[in-house]
């Protein structure tokens, strides 16, 4: 009785569904014939007034562009508050030297900061926690920092790496160029001090250690420390530092967003808006 009721509710659904097909077609295909060619219209409008195509290109572009640097400036604007808030919160000796003493025994941690004048920070629980060739080894990579303004150098790396947030190139560029310059510092302490395995184990005993840092510091440190185990694999191994692999999907949204804005910069630059024709 079942399968027959189905089978009666088959032909009588085909049955309205038909009927309502063969009044309603006509009206059907007329309405999408008209959605077509007003759609047609619009396009050849655009392409026959090359000033609407202008700004259908520029304005989104520019919008993206104006949306990064907003989001840029705003995330930098509050890393900076959060780091001059974390600063002024450590026990700190002699912070008016170039070499600020952090006199706190259960912090392991060790950063320059500072735009025009960097300062070194290191903290007590670092120096007693070090050898003295592990200590030197640290404080000559922090003072290669100090020396080439690293500081003011990340920030701006950050900055641009945040106002392109919408191209996945950027991150690994930003990555790139930041354990780069951890490489060169690194050499550099290792070069004078002729001890890689003082830096190394150093490196080491931070990150061992650095489950009781402050949360706040990361924002001083700019996040250098989740780097350590590459950076100790590259002092002991000499390796040059590459840039990351990146996925087809990656690449191929950095190539169109990048597309994007060049036209959008271009397009003011070329032939004056006309206006539309007459």
């Given at each position: 009785?079942?399968?027959?009721?189905?089978?009666?509710?088959?032909?009588?659904?085909?049955?309205?569904?038909?009927?309502?097909?063969?009044?309603?077609?006509?009206?059907?295909?007329?309405l999408?014939?008209?959605?077509?060619?007003?759609?047609?219209?619009?396009?050849?409008s655009?392409?026959?007034?090359?000033?609407?195509?202008?700004?259908?290109?520029?304005?989104?572009?520019?919008?993206?562009?104006?949306?990064?640097f907003?989001?840029?400036?705003?995330?930098?604007?509050?890393g900076?508050?959060?780091?001059r808030?974390?600063?002024?919160?450590?026990?700190?000796?002699?912070?008016?030297?170039?070499?600020?003493?952090?006199?706190?025994?259960n912090?392991?941690?060790?950063?320059?900061?500072?735009?025009?004048?960097?300062?070194?920070?290191?903290?007590?629980?670092?120096?007693?926690g070090?050898?003295?060739?592990?200590?030197?080894?640290?404080?000559?990579?922090?003072?290669?920092?100090?020396?080439?303004?690293?500081?003011?150098?990340?920030?701006?790396?950050?900055?641009?790496?945040?106002?392109?947030?919408?191209?996945?190139?950027?991150?690994?560029?930003?990555?790139?160029?930041?354990?780069?310059?951890?490489?060169?510092?690194?050499?550099?302490?290792?070069?004078?001090?002729?001890?890689?395995?003082?830096?190394?184990?150093?490196?080491?005993?931070?990150?061992?250690?650095?489950?009781?840092?402050?949360?706040?510091?990361a924002?001083?440190?700019?996040?250098?420390?989740?780097?350590?185990?590459?950076?100790?694999?590259?002092?002991?191994?000499?390796?040059?530092?590459s840039?990351?692999?990146?996925?087809?999907?990656?690449?191929v949204?950095?190539?169109?967003?990048?597309?994007?804005?060049?036209?959008?910069?271009?397009?003011?630059?070329?032939?004056?808006?006309?206006?539309?024709?007459?």
């Open positions: 009785m079942s399968a027959v009721f189905l089978i009666a509710a088959a032909f009588a659904s085909a049955a309205i569904f038909s009927a309502w097909l063969f009044l309603a077609g006509p009206g059907l295909i007329a999408t014939y008209s959605v077509f060619e007003f759609c047609k219209s619009v396009f050849v655009c392409v026959e007034n090359y000033y609407i195509l202008k700004l259908v290109l520029i304005w989104p572009g520019a919008a993206l562009l104006s949306a990064g907003v989001y840029a400036g705003v995330k930098s604007l509050k900076l508050l959060s780091a808030r974390a600063i002024r919160l450590l026990p700190l000796k002699y912070a008016d030297k170039d070499v600020v003493l952090i006199d706190a025994p912090l392991f941690t060790a950063f320059t900061h500072g735009f025009l004048k960097p300062r070194i920070y290191i903290s007590k629980g670092l120096m007693s070090l050898d003295s060739a592990e200590l030197k080894a640290v404080f000559l990579h922090e003072l290669y920092h100090k020396k080439r303004l690293h500081p003011v150098k990340f920030f701006l790396l950050n900055f641009v790496r945040d106002a392109f947030f919408y191209i996945p190139v950027m991150s690994g560029i930003a990555r790139f160029v930041l354990l780069k310059k951890e490489n060169e510092a690194d050499l550099n302490a290792i070069a004078a001090t002729g001890a890689p395995l003082s830096l190394a184990s150093a490196l080491v005993k931070a990150a061992k250690a650095g489950a009781i840092l402050s949360p706040a510091l924002s001083i440190t700019g996040g250098r420390s989740s780097a350590i185990e590459e950076r100790v694999k590259n002092i002991l191994n000499q390796d040059a530092i840039l990351p692999g990146l996925s087809a999907r990656a690449l949204v950095s190539i169109c967003a990048s597309l994007l804005i060049v036209i959008a910069l271009a397009m003011p630059l070329s032939a004056a808006i006309t206006g539309p024709k007459a």
